[in-house]
């Protein structure tokens, strides 16, 4: 169960969660742990930790997503929805403009997305489309959780994205020599916080991306 107290003792940076809010996170709990019965959303290791390791998880981002700056966020191979529905859904309330965009080639996982969507009334846009295949897309951020490893997700937003501002990426235990080894290829500047839901991951927001020469 998600409650203000849940969210206060996890240290999220989020004020005044309204009852709605925390309402619609738990019937999206919920609605992961049913759909799960069907097709594989979640690791049924972590059902009973949903609150904490993947909405918590996914919800420790807003601090870096809710600024005037930000208007698009995209979510490269959402699976359940995670980061970006829950996102959608603190957002919702906050600036109604916000939009996330999802890319899911899955088609069972593509329609829970879009049943989820529908059922919240999210400013969403789900495409059932391999990210790798697209190109010229725009936004301002692009967001992923265990999708590609950090190396893929640079080659995706310089090679598939005309127009990004940000990366977010949720990096484990060996997260600051993944990015050491990043550096050795490409130019990027970043913000890290330390993960609310384990002590040996990080979540960093890059910018200004670009490949070395050479």
């Known amino acids: 169960m998600i409650d203000s107290n849940f969210i206060k003792k996890s240290k999220l940076s989020i004020q005044n969660v ?17 759909k799960n019965k069907e ?30 700056d930000i208007k698009i966020c995209t979510d490269l191979g959402s699976g359940a929805g995670l980061p970006g529905i829950v996102l959608a859904i603190l957002m919702k309330p906050k600036k109604p403009e916000f939009k996330v965009i999802f890319y899911e080639k899955s088609h069972h996982k593509s329609n829970f997305l879009k049943e989820i969507s529908k059922k919240f009334e ?32 640079f080659e995706i937003a310089l090679n598939n994205f005309k127009e990004f501002k940000y990366i977010i990426l949720f990096l484990g235990k060996s997260g600051k020599e993944i990015l050491k080894e990043a550096s050795r290829k490409w130019k990027f500047e970043y913000e890290e916080k330390k993960s609310l839901t384990s002590d040996e991951s990080l979540v960093v927001k890059i910018f200004n991306l670009q490949r070395k020469n050479g």
């Open 18 to 34: 309204s009852r709605e809010t925390l309402d619609e996170l738990n019937a999206y709990s919920s609605s992961i742990l049913n």
């Open 39 to 68: 097709i594989n959303l979640i690791s049924t290791t972590t059902e009973k930790s949903i609150n904490t390791r993947h909405i918590v998880d996914s919800a420790q981002t807003i601090e870096f997503i809710d600024k005037n």
């Open 122 to 153: 999210l400013n969403t846009e789900i495409k059932q489309k391999d990210i790798f295949e697209q190109k010229n897309l725009q936004t301002d951020i692009i967001i992923s959780r265990a999708f590609k490893p950090l190396p893929v997700i």
